[in-house]
């Protein structure tokens, strides 16, 4: 999918979100790394890839020494992240900056590719051509994306107010359409909701590194953002959940 179809073209950037991405987006439920372990991902053995990687997340939480783990992000500044997590941690995971679509990586080298939260980003026909390129006959590749639900009444004002001062913000649309895409033939779905449990400092962190706020607003409207949204923290328990449904897409190659 093209850039110009998320936001309406409006231009963001990760790479200024690293800090609060690295602390607070580290939210994925157990269930979810279950189900990829599953689909034999990080198995003993095995090499995996995990594109548009961001701070690492999935790598830290899906770390096997015994599995050969790579992680790759456009944005420099999310790599640097990912690797201080990986050496605090311990963790042998190669973490290059490169585009989705042109990895550099050999061919063929892989029995596993994921990509969380970011495949609407990319050129859909490029990956096909990449993602046919790097992945070992009968390997997988699986898209994943988790989205706080429409109901949740903390999560539907907190878009509210982003909504209110960034009008091109379009939350998840981008990422749903593309979630319903047979990108390869004998596609595998699943989906299941999951309560995340948050402290008002948390969720507004989580917010402060989602597309529509820090990646994307000027100082000015971010200042505004993040008075209006702690002033309705302020009114919220000190500890909640928010409702989130998380989507698996796998296809067998």
Request: aromatic share 12%; with cysteine.
């Amino acid at each position: 999918m093209e850039i110009s179809a998320v936001d309406n073209g409006q231009a963001f950037d990760f790479g200024k979100t690293s800090a609060a991405y690295a602390r607070y987006r580290d939210i994925y439920p157990a269930a979810l790394y279950e189900r990829l372990k599953a689909f034999g991902v990080a198995a003993d053995g095995t090499a995996w890839l995990d594109l548009g990687t961001g701070t690492g997340v999935l790598p830290k939480n899906l770390y096997n020494p015994n599995a050969k783990i790579t992680g790759a992000d456009i944005s420099a500044e999310q790599i640097a992240y990912a690797k201080r997590e990986a050496a605090a941690y311990g963790m042998d995971v190669t973490y290059l900056v490169a585009p989705a679509e042109r990895t550099g990586l050999p061919s063929g080298s892989f029995d596993a590719v994921t990509a969380a939260q970011c495949f609407f980003y990319f050129d859909r026909d490029a990956m096909q051509k990449e993602l046919r390129r790097l992945i070992k006959p009968g390997g997988v590749f699986i898209k994943i994306f988790m989205d706080w639900t429409a109901d949740d009444p903390i999560a539907a004002e907190s878009s509210r107010i982003v909504r209110s001062l960034n009008p091109g913000w379009r939350s998840s649309e981008a990422a749903k359409r593309d979630m319903a895409d047979a990108l390869f033939p004998d596609m595998q779905t699943e989906s299941f909701f999951a309560d995340l449990p948050f402290s008002p400092g948390s969720w507004h962190g989580r917010m402060r590194a989602c597309r529509g706020t820090l990646a994307s607003m000027d100082a000015e409207t971010f200042k505004k953002w993040e008075a209006a949204h702690l002033a309705m923290l302020s009114r919220c328990p000190p500890d909640f959940t928010v409702r989130h449904v998380v989507s698996l897409a796998a296809f067998r190659l």
